[in-house]
Structure formats: C-alpha cells, structure tokens
T-cell receptor
Framework: KQEVTQIPAALSVPEGENLVLNCSFTDSAIYNLQWFRQDPGKGLTSLLLIQSSQREQTSGRLNASLDKSSGRSTLYIAASQPGDSATYLCAAPTTVGNEKLTFGTGTRLTIIP | DAGVTQSPTHLIKTRGQQVTLRCSPKSGHDTVSWYQQALGQGPQFIFQYYEEEERQRGNFPDRFSGHQFPNYSSELNVNALLLGDSALYLC????????????FGPGTRLTVT
C-alpha cells in the first residue's frame, strides 16, 4: 500500500530565499509523481509531473526531482515570493498503472515579506 | 478551453440529509475521479468513473455513490449525511491516453450541521 509523507507540515521563510519541500513514498514501483499547489479553501493546481524516466522537471522558479531508489521527491522553489504562500501537496499513484492518487498531507508554506 | 468545473461551490446540509455534487471534466477527458479532503488532510480517493461505470473505489461506505453521464460529466451522491462528511470534495478528470495527468476542479465545500 502506497504511503506518502511530507515533512515539515509547515514552513515559514523570508521572501527571496530558496527553499526545498520534501516528499517520501513507500512504494517505489511508480512511474510518475505529481506536485500540486492548493490555496486556502481552493482546488488543486498541478505544478509539475515527473515521469520515472526523468530525474527532474522544471517550470519557471520550480524544480522537482524524483529518486525512486530512495523513495523521495523534492520541490525546489527559487527566489521565493509572498505569492508562493500556499499548501504544497505531492501525490503518487497508489499502484503501478493506476491513476488513483495517494496524497501526502502537504506542507503549508508561508513567505514572509 | 474550460477546465474542470464543479457545482455548487458551497453547500450546507443537516445530518441525515442527502446531497448531490456535480462535475464537468476538462474538454477531451473521459474519466472522472472524486476525492474527499478533510481539513488539514490530503485528498482521499472515493471512486472513479469511466464509460459510465464505477471502475475503482476507495475505502468509503456505500452511502457514497456516483454516476457518469454520456457526456462524461459526473455526480457524487452522499446519503444519510454525517458530521464527518464535512469536507472539500474534489473532482479530477483525465483521459485514458494520458491517464496519469489529472486535472482538478475548484471543489465543493460541504458543511454538515
């Protein structure tokens, strides 16, 4: 059974700093992992989807990496801005070839102006 | 190109009542999944519909049921509401060709009093 863990649960950093959010998963037989952003009371916005054949995926100031052997993924945010404040969730397929996602509980990020 | 839409945005119901939530998938998508997100938690998979049939189901009681229409839109029904059903209900759509890319709607906030 896939389990996804995100640590820390909350993080506050000053504006302009680079930061890393962590995600770990138990079943490494996955072929993709997704990072989502969620603003308070809102739906999920997909940020990055990493296929297992890739080790990294980049979009603007965001960079996500995937290490299946260690069961870890990281989301790197460069030059953080107050608008980056949100909850960040990672999700992995429950089983291979299955689009049912297992989510972590998220990291609530606050960027201090 | 409209993304995933959900209605209503907010809903308040009393214990024991029944509720119906609606979802229209992103254009070109034929698969709809429903998730429940309790406050402070990651989304939990409820079930998935494809070709108007329930294909997968998470660990939710039979009080949760659904339907998919020929135009791929979907409904989530919850009977005999409990206080614990209060949550954000998220709909995600995908296509069979790229089933690993899921797009989420804004959600319906259900409050049971």
């Amino acid at each position: 059974k896939q389990e996804v863990t995100q640590i820390p649960a909350a993080l506050s950093v000053p504006e302009g700093e680079n930061l890393v959010l962590n995600c770990s998963f138990t079943d490494s037989a996955i072929y993709n992992l997704q990072w989502f952003r969620q603003d308070p009371g809102k739906g999920l916005t997909s940020l990055l989807l990493i296929q297992s054949s890739q080790r990294e995926q980049t979009s603007g100031r965001l960079n996500a990496s995937l290490d299946k052997s260690s069961g870890r993924s990281t989301l790197y945010i460069a030059a953080s801005q107050p608008g980056d404040s949100a909850t960040y969730l990672c999700a992995a397929p429950t089983t291979v070839g299955n689009e049912k996602l297992t989510f972590g509980t998220g990291t609530r990020l606050t960027i201090i102006p | 190109d409209a993304g995933v839409t959900q209605s209503p945005t907010h809903l308040i119901k009393t214990r024991g009542q029944q509720v119906t939530l609606r979802c229209s998938p992103k254009s070109g998508h034929d698969t709809v999944s429903w998730y429940q997100q309790a406050l402070g938690q990651g989304p939990q998979f409820i079930f998935q519909y494809y070709e108007e049939e329930e294909r997968q189901r998470g660990n939710f009681p039979d009080r949760f049921s659904g339907h998919q229409f020929p135009n791929y839109s979907s409904e989530l029904n919850v009977n005999a509401l409990l206080l614990g059903d209060s949550a954000l209900y998220l709909c995600a759509s995908s296509s069979r060709v790229r089933f690993y890319e899921q797009y989420f709607g804004p959600g319906t906030r259900l409050t049971v009093t």
